[in-house]
């Protein structure tokens, strides 16, 4: 079992940046594939991006491609996510989420496909 923690969010100015952190317990974090996922008020909760246990393959949302980076350090237990040229509709709650190596899929887009989920960090973007 991985207990997660999100940190990182705040509020920021369009155009701006950010990186999300999210904090794994436990001493397996390396057998999890990662997820960041979103969720706008009056929204579903939406996908953005993932990656392996290794960090050697990652895949973005369609919206997060160019601006939205998703790395991990397996050494720190941490996964992160950088955000740049922040924008009004990334406003959300951002939440980070663990699947089984045998059960992470690089194409995992739904909320299904994760088993541990953290308690979210809020991203605000004014314009």
């Known amino acids: 079992q991985v207990q997660l923690v999100e940190s990182g969010g705040g509020l920021v100015q369009a155009g701006g940046s950010l990186r999300l952190s999210c904090a794994a317990s436990g001493r397996t974090f390396s057998r999890y594939g990662m997820g960041w996922f979103r969720q706008a008020p009056g929204k579903e909760r939406e996908f953005v991006a993932t990656i392996n246990w290794s960090g050697g393959l990652t895949n973005y949302a369609d919206s997060a491609k160019g601006r939205f980076t998703i790395s991990r350090d397996n050494a720190k237990n941490t996964v992160y996510l950088q955000i740049n040229s922040l924008k009004p509709d990334d406003t959300a709650v951002y939440y980070c989420?663990?699947?089984?190596?045998?059960?992470?899929?690089?194409?995992?887009?739904?909320?299904?496909?994760?088993?541990?989920w953290g308690q979210g960090t809020q991203v605000t973007v004014s314009s």
């Open positions: 989420a663990a699947a089984p190596i045998g059960k992470w899929r690089v194409a995992g887009f739904g909320l299904d496909e994760y088993d541990y």
